[in-house]
């Protein structure tokens, strides 16, 4: 099978190769949450049907199968962010089609916000809870689409260099779905890893651990209107207001 959404040596090279990052809103001994955001020019229903296709824009290096096109999602409670692995051709033995169960969706309002449980990539193998909340809203241009990664739980990880480390991998999934809506703020740019963290970044599958990691410092965009920030006023929580009333 070839390398995991997320495995944990392949997550560490992905940091370094990314030009992306969110920011860690949240961290300590039980956890982490991740949050990033982007400006799209697309409609808040174009950004919707966009939303639930990952296989057109989920980055295929961080899928089991590496390909994209196996990604389905369901926008419906209890409805499945899953990956179909297909069958291998081999003509002296019987093989079968497996599949992954990446998130399950829990809250779905089309053109609003999206909420699904699942403990994503090395994460899997740990007794971990995860929930990512991704709201839709209209901004002043466009439309503003906000990611939140909240994940707690026992882990076999070193908290800083893993929340690092999904922090950077999901910026790059939202980054994929931006950029085919027309992303109209831009990419933040990520602080490397230093050579002697992403070694030991890439020991972390084989102990169960990984090197500290430097956390970025802030955001260079604070005080832009549009700019990603912990303030925003497109709090995934606003999304999940009282989305029943007509007012």
Not at 86 to 114: F, K, N, W
Request: include cysteine; aromatic fraction near 6%; hydrophobic fraction near 40%.
């Amino acid at each position: 099978m070839r390398s995991s959404i997320f495995a944990a040596a392949a997550f560490a090279g992905a940091v370094i190769a990314s030009p992306l990052a969110a920011e860690i809103t949240e961290q300590d001994e039980a956890g982490f949450v991740t949050r990033d955001e982007a400006l799209v020019e697309a409609s808040p229903k174009q950004v919707w049907l966009a939303l639930i296709t990952p296989a057109t824009w989920w980055n295929k290096a961080h899928t089991w199968s590496g390909d994209s096109g196996n990604l389905t999602l369901r926008p419906q409670a209890g409805g499945c962010f899953c990956e179909r692995i297909p069958e291998v051709e081999d003509a002296d033995r019987i093989t079968l089609e497996g599949s992954v169960e990446h998130m399950r969706v829990i809250q779905a309002y089309p053109e609003s916000a999206l909420r699904m449980a699942g403990a994503l990539g090395p994460l899997q193998s740990e007794p971990v809870s995860g929930v990512l909340t991704i709201a839709i809203s209209e901004a002043k241009e466009g439309t503003r689409i906000v990611w939140e990664y909240h994940v707690g739980g026992r882990m076999r990880f070193d908290i800083p260099a893993i929340a690092k480390a999904v922090d950077g991998v999901i910026s790059q999934q939202l980054d994929g779905l931006a950029q085919g809506l027309g992303r109209l703020d831009g990419a933040r740019p990520t602080e490397e890893p230093a050579p002697d963290d992403a070694a030991d970044e890439k020991s972390a599958e084989a102990d169960g651990g990984a090197g500290s990691t430097k956390l970025d410092a802030g955001d260079p965009d604070a005080g832009s209107e549009d700019a990603p920030n912990s303030t925003a006023t497109s709090a995934v929580d606003d999304a999940f207001g009282d989305l029943t009333s007509d007012n």
